[in-house]
């Protein structure tokens, strides 16, 4: 006999909702490729380190992706008092926490990813547009 699931919590995505909330923190691509890096890093870099860590993100992206994750309080800029002037980021509390859903969604991608492709080529080949 089958264990019966555990229900879901009902969310509804509502524009003030947590769970809304916790998707649109991670809305901006580069967002979470900064996150994971720093998480991997596990300790404090500098923005020419995460730069180069992350490769192919140019200076601005990378500063208004920190300026957004800063904001949320996923990651605290640390500015030191030296010549030349030092700065490192690291993460929050909040932004270690969110590297178990993002390990969580990676894993899907990694399962699921090559059905996604699969299904967006075969879309793609009918000559379907999609919605504006």
């Known amino acids: 006999m089958r264990p019966t699931p ?8 509502t524009s003030d909702c947590e769970a809304r909330l916790a998707f649109d923190v991670l809305a901006n691509r580069w ?14 870099l500098r923005p020419h380190v995460l730069r180069t ?6 200076p601005k992206v990378l500063n208004e992706a920190l300026r957004r994750l800063e904001r949320n309080g996923l990651i605290e800029r640390r500015a030191y008092a030296e010549a ?11 932004g270690t926490a969110l590297l ?3 390990r969580a ?9 090559p059905a996604v ?14 919605p504006a």
Request: no cysteine; charged share 20%.
């Open 100 to 102: 178990v859903p993002m």
């Open 6 to 13: 555990t229900p879901y919590p009902q969310v509804e995505f």
């Open 31 to 44: 967002d979470s490729v900064v996150v994971f890096t720093l998480g991997a890093a596990g300790t404090p």
């Open 105 to 113: 969604m990676g894993a899907w991608a990694k399962r699921h990813g």
């Open 117 to 130: 492709l699969a299904s967006q080529d075969r879309f793609d080949a009918q000559g379907a547009d999609l």
């Open 53 to 58: 860590r992350i490769g192919g993100i140019s």
């Open 84 to 94: 030349p002037p030092r700065v490192d980021y690291a993460l929050t509390e909040a």
